[in-house]
């Protein structure tokens, strides 16, 4: 077995063995006119893999928001603009017109949908 690491956290002290964690308190207490100091120990080992769980799933969550902010956001522009020309062409057919017109109000929709998810994750 590994050596327990000893470290002070604030009021609490620390003892680490392998992948245990705990957490040691101590209270002066009086008693029937005794004196006497109460400690507590706490198994932190469940807290401390729960926080880091919490902080992977965070550092995901950003990694898919810079991925819907590159990977989506770029070529939907790029569609964007180039419908919007299309439906500005009036030489197009009218069935195509028709198409080009709904594509772009879709893409236009779906512009609206990432932004918004984008403005979100700003605010949190």
């Given at each position: 077995?590994?050596?327990?690491?000893?470290?002070?956290?604030?009021?609490?002290v620390?003892?680490?063995?392998?992948?245990?964690?705990?957490?040691?308190?101590?209270?002066d207490?009086?008693?029937?006119?005794?004196?006497?100091?109460?400690?507590?120990?706490?198994?932190?080992?469940?807290?401390e893999?729960?926080?880091?769980?919490?902080?992977?799933l965070?550092?995901?969550?950003?990694?898919?928001?810079r991925?819907?902010?590159?990977?989506?956001?770029?070529?939907?522009?790029?569609?964007?603009?180039?419908?919007?020309?299309?439906?500005?062409?009036?030489?197009?057919?009218?069935?195509?017109?028709?198409?080009?017109?709904?594509?772009f109000?879709a893409?236009?929709?779906?512009?609206?949908?990432?932004?918004?998810?984008?403005?979100?994750?700003?605010?949190k």
């Open positions: 077995l590994a050596s327990p690491v000893i470290e002070r956290k604030g009021g609490d620390m003892l680490r063995r392998g992948d245990s964690s705990y957490a040691l308190t101590s209270q207490i009086r008693c029937f006119d005794q004196a006497a100091t109460l400690i507590l120990v706490h198994d932190v080992s469940q807290r893999r729960a926080l880091r769980e919490m902080e992977q965070n550092q995901m969550k950003t990694n898919l928001i991925s819907v902010s590159h990977n989506y956001r770029t070529p939907l522009n790029i569609i964007l603009n180039g419908l919007e020309v299309l439906t500005r062409y009036q030489e197009l057919p009218p069935k195509l017109s028709e198409l080009t017109l709904h594509c109000h893409s236009q929709y779906l512009n609206y949908l990432v932004n918004d998810l984008l403005d979100y994750y700003q605010l």
